[in-house]
């Protein structure tokens, strides 16, 4: 049972427009939600994240958008550029259980195109 | 970035042989997480540590133990290897009042 789910495998934008990858979880314990970006041979880096008191949170041209009544949020990333080619995972966690376990997605394959 | 070594960053073994895989930080942090990387699944945890000589499983434990006698260290042991533990294995840390975790570079283990 996938708790956390990235239904696009695969993602191409043009360069300078915005990159909009989504996420949907089901398990409504999750209270803080994170974006990692990993590029090939590399481990995933952290990115941005929110907390479930909030709905979004901003850092610089990344945003990250959190509707907790429908259990999905997004990444914006404007304007997307060719360094931001890379997979992107979406993470969640149940802050309460003590040990901060995340539960991952599968991943988003975003390229950028010139 | 966060102090974070893995070793080996490779290693190719035969069904059935041990292999133990290293993780190493220099942050002090408390927490530490093994998680393996396979397409279509994404990031998914195997055990993880709350101290030394603290720890627990994860979602996918089976055929899998660790051990953490130093804050520093944490191992990954695969008893028997199989077929299907060929993956990528990541480590994590986390720690203080922040609930990111930070990743070392990974180990590619490739089981024959």
């Known amino acids: 049972d996938q708790q956390v789910k990235q239904n696009s495998p695969s993602l191409s934008v043009q360069e300078g427009r915005i990159s909009i990858l989504n996420c949907d979880y089901t398990n409504s314990m999750f209270d803080y939600f994170l974006w990692y970006k990993k590029y090939p041979a590399e481990g995933p880096t952290f990115l941005i994240s929110i907390s479930s008191i909030k709905d979004k949170n901003e850092d610089g041209r990344f945003t990250v958008f959190l509707n907790k009544s429908a259990k999905h949020l997004s990444l914006h990333i404007v304007p997307s550029q060719p360094g931001d080619s890379a997979v992107y995972f979406c993470?969640?966690?149940?802050?309460?259980?003590?040990?901060?376990?995340?539960?991952f997605g599968q991943g988003t394959r975003l390229t950028i195109n010139p | 970035d966060a102090g974070i070594t893995q070793s080996p960053r490779h290693k190719v073994t035969e069904t059935g042989t041990p292999v133990t895989l290293r993780c190493h930080q220099t942050?002090?942090?408390?927490?530490m997480y093994w998680y393996r990387q396979d397409p279509g699944h994404g990031l998914r945890l195997i055990h993880y540590s709350y101290g030394v000589k603290d720890t627990d499983k994860g979602e996918v434990s089976d055929g899998y133990s660790v051990s953490r006698s130093k804050t520093e260290d944490f191992l990954l042991t695969l008893e028997s290897a199989t077929s299907s533990q060929t993956s990528v294995y990541f480590c994590?840390?986390?720690?203080?009042?922040?609930?990111?975790?930070?990743f070392g570079p990974g180990t590619r283990l490739t089981v024959t």
């Open positions: 993470a969640a966690s149940d802050t309460g259980q003590g040990a901060q376990k995340l539960v």
């Open positions: 994590a840390i986390s720690g203080g009042s922040s609930y990111e975790q930070y």
């Open positions: 942050e002090n942090h408390r927490y």
